[in-house]
């Protein structure tokens, strides 16, 4: 199959030495990669991540560094027609020598470059050498030519992922490197590119979109363009149009199909993702010269913000159907992004979608994440809410930053708008807010004409620049210019517009205020913990394994993070004295408040028709707001979401005087069960009990079942608890529990646990005589439920896989233990 004329790619990422510039010691680099792994591979540094390292390694982003290979290329290889270097990913300030000759001055992180570079190359041995400039001096350099300071200082001057100048959530590495592939392309005749497709019409009878691509021709010739179903291998090509003549140049191609019945996308929860997987092949007598595949998702999905009595509307609809959201904020999940591999990007939209989630937002202060995240999500029915990366911060106006914004912006939404996950592009992350309501005209002191001029410049970037580049490139998707539109601290961010309420944590609100502060869609929000204590393990000596330690301090990068936790934990807990149960108890404290919002979100339907909370993953070891930590370990709130997300909910709260049972189906078919409360004690007696008649739960939140207090007056509040389950068939069966007292004041009996465990499944059973507050099996790599509550008599089993040790061998803790402490 293969032919003189088939076009060619030489992965380059071979043979690569790194030195600090001018010192000219070279060693080993990798490619991916970049400075701080590099040194770290070669032992010149210790770990970034141990310890307090972070601190003595800030010398590194003040450096320049060089990065040199050498590759081999055959006679016949330098006489293709055309050959392009393409550098996938450089960051950032690089300066690209081609056998000595410059071929490259590159300025942003965010875009690939591709260099024509036949000219520069030779039979025989190349020579690569790439200079990385320093960031942060090349940033404070642009900072130093404005008469006024921006917010976010050196770093808003540099294309280049803002969390890499340290966040409340990550270290700082300004770090420098080769970090995606570099490839050399030989095309020898002509290649497809720009492959992508416009949906014309579609409804449940028929889909008609037109596949669209462009012949790039080095030489005149003439080609079968064929387009095939992937699947069924069926020819798309109109005949006519086989066997064409290409002059040199780019020619314009595209090919309208129709489906009836046409099998749509759906987000996860609501339907199959469906894919339409096609291929465009460039075929010549002597073979096929270029391939190329894309996957079409069939689906509509608008953004509606429609005034009404109380505000603005907020909300998503899909195939015509309006969905609420249910999902998570999402950060580079690693400070070096070099050392992503799509597993790990594929892993945490696996981890999304088994959480029941139906949208991640890319949140502006990393990076636009990698091909493979995007294809993940539109095969796991995953919506992405994707901001363009500027966060918390004002950014430069001048001409050539916004031109280098326009080139990136365009190679971004021209690469995304193939994926039928892609639900919105936003311009910001918090930047209109930050303007508005953090004080920055004082604090910077500017004058009246500085002011205008910041501005002027956020609104050329955000409501002109980067919306017209959405409208150009891909009209059909929505696109808003910040999030959130209004701060928490007024009240319109309540009634109209995306939400981040922080009330709860940098407000120091009490949990239950999530329950008032509801808005129109929440898009952040969040509450810290700990993450499981083997994670501190890997990042801190043994005898720094305290509360107390200067390395559980630097895990923590919000100023008054564990204040903060502490002030919280007061109010529900007793604060453990190990770090181990710390560790735990802090986990249980944010899964009580993430708790209580998403109900509070999810009862709150329709007026609030979605809920993304902060923040799925970590880019390190550290105590945040994640649910799953640097290792990808859940937290105790991880496990919840399950049930917090699940389409079908039951939810417990007080409202006045009464303790209500809410009830809501989300799926698109008809959910019917019968609604049952209980009042148990910790024995397990049923103390009181109400049931529904058979009922079919509503698409919004409804109360079936209601208790009063003077119902509960002759119990022990802080002795029993309510269990309110739906009974339905075997996939709508739910439960959930509601405790009276904060968990504190619980009477918890000791537990002893009845275990059973079968090697064959690598499951076990437990059950036990009492009620067993947030059983937590320790040290294991993997199970599918931790932290849970097990009432009296209940028996549960799953899988749990356990560390290199046998079932025997697990340990658990319970609240029991901290009370009793
Ligand atoms: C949000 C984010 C981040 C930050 C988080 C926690 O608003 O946009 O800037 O890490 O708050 O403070």
């Excluded at 798309?236 to 149009?241: D, F, S, W």
Aim: hydrophobic share 35%; aromatic share 14%.
């Amino acid at each position: 199959m293969f032919s003189f004329s088939q076009n060619k790619e030489i992965l380059l990422n071979k043979n690569w030495q790194f030195s600090q510039k001018g010192k000219n010691k070279w060693n080993k680099a990798n490619v991916p990669g970049c400075v701080h792994t590099d040194l770290f591979t070669n032992k010149m540094i210790p770990d970034p991540f141990y310890g307090n390292n972070e601190a003595q390694l800030q010398w590194i982003e003040n450096e320049e560094w060089e990065y040199k290979s050498s590759f081999r290329l055959t006679e016949k290889d330098v006489k293709s027609e055309h050959i392009e270097l393409v550098f996938e990913g450089l960051d950032t300030y690089a300066k690209i020598y081609l056998n000595q000759e410059l071929i490259l001055i590159a300025n942003n992180m965010f875009r690939s470059y591709s260099i024509d570079v036949k000219q520069y190359l030779k039979s025989g041995n190349n020579t690569l050498h790439v200079v990385f400039e320093s960031a942060v001096k090349k940033g404070k350099e642009e900072a130093a030519k404005l008469t006024y300071t921006l917010p976010g200082d050196e770093k808003v001057f540099s294309r280049k992922a803002q969390y890499h100048y340290g966040w409340d959530w990550g270290p700082r590495f300004v770090t420098c490197g080769i970090y995606k592939n570099i490839k050399l392309r030989l095309i020898n005749e002509a290649e497809i590119k720009n492959l992508h497709y416009n949906i014309n019409k579609l409804n449940d009878s028929i889909g008609v979109f037109t596949i669209k691509f462009d012949i790039h021709s080095y030489v005149d010739g003439i080609y079968d363009v064929v387009l095939k179903d992937a699947t069924t291998n069926e020819l798309i090509t109109p005949v006519e149009k086989l066997n064409s003549q290409f002059k040199k140049g780019i020619t314009p191609f595209n090919i309208t199909a129709t489906i009836s019945k046409p099998k749509l996308w759906w987000c996860n929860g609501l339907g199959n993702p469906n894919l339409y997987n096609y291929t465009v092949s460039l075929v010549k007598k002597s073979g096929v010269i270029d391939q190329k595949s894309i996957a079409v998702g069939l689906r509509n999905i608008e953004l509606v913000q429609q005034k009404d009595s109380v505000g603005k509307s907020f909300y998503f609809k899909l195939n015509g159907i309006p969905v609420f959201m249910k999902g998570a904020n999402y950060i580079p999940s690693h400070s070096f992004v070099s050392e992503l591999r799509p597993n790990n990007y594929r892993t945490d939209v696996y981890l999304a979608k088994e959480a029941n989630m139906n949208m991640l937002r890319v949140w502006g202060g990393g990076v636009y994440a990698d091909d493979e995240f995007y294809s993940a999500c539109d095969k796991n029915g995953i919506l992405v809410w994707q901001d363009f990366m500027f966060a918390c911060a004002m950014y430069p106006g001048d001409s050539s930053f916004i031109k280098n914004v326009k080139e990136e912006a365009t190679e971004q939404v021209l690469r995304l708008r193939n994926h039928p996950s892609i639900a919105l592009w936003c311009g910001n992350n918090e930047i209109d807010e930050g303007w508005k309501n953090w004080g920055w005209q004082n604090q910077y002191k500017y004058s009246k004409n500085d002011s205008a001029k910041i501005w002027n410049d956020y609104l050329n970037l955000f409501h002109s620049v980067l919306p017209d580049v959405v409208q150009n490139y891909s009209a059909k998707t929505n696109y808003i210019t910040t999030s959130p539109l209004i701060g928490w601290g007024h009240k319109e961010s309540l009634s109209e517009g995306d939400s981040h309420y922080w009330g709860v944590w940098w407000g120091n609100e009490p949990f239950n205020t999530y329950e008032k502060k509801v808005g129109r869609f929440m898009s952040e929000y969040g509450f810290q913990s700990m993450p499981p204590i083997n994670t501190f393990k890997s990042v801190c000596d043994s005898s720094d394994l305290n509360l107390f330690s200067p390395c559980i301090k630097s895990h923590q990068k919000h100023p008054i993070g564990y204040q903060t936790i502490e002030k919280y934990m007061l109010q529900d807990f007793k604060i453990p004295k190990t770090l181990e149960h710390y560790s735990y108890v802090s986990q249980l404290l944010q899964a009580k408040g993430m708790q209580t919002a998403i109900e509070a979100h999810r009862r709150a339907k329709p007026y609030c028709m979605g809920t993304l909370f902060w923040q799925l993953n970590d880019c390190w070891p550290v105590t945040s707001w994640s649910a799953l930590d640097f290792y990808k370990q859940p937290k105790a709130f991880y496990y919840d979401l399950k049930r917090l997300y699940d389409n079908v909910l039951v939810s417990v709260t007080k409202s006045g005087l009464y303790y209500e049972c809410h009830v809501l189906n989300e799926q698109l078919n008809e959910v019917k069960g019968i609604i049952e409360l209980s009042v148990k004690d910790f024995n397990g007696n049923i103390l009181y009990q109400k049931k529904s008649d058979a009922v079919i739960l509503p698409n919004s939140s409804l109360v079936y079942l209601r208790l009063t207090e003077d119902e509960l007056k002759t119990f022990d509040k802080s002795a029993c608890y309510i269990s309110c389950r739906l009974i339905g068939d075997s996939t709508t069966t739910k439960k959930t529990l509601f405790y009276f007292v904060p968990p504190k004041d619980l009477k918890l009996p000791k537990p002893v646990l009845d275990i059973a465990y079968s090697d064959e499944f690598r499951s076990i059973k437990i059950k036990s005589k009492t009620l067993v507050k947030n059983l937590y099996i320790k040290d294991i790599s993997y199970t599918e439920n931790n932290y849970f509550d097990l009432e009296a008599n209940e028996e549960v089993e799953f899988t749990v896989l356990p560390f290199g040790k046998t079932h025997q061998n697990l340990t658990f803790i319970s609240l029991y233990d901290i009370l009793s402490h």
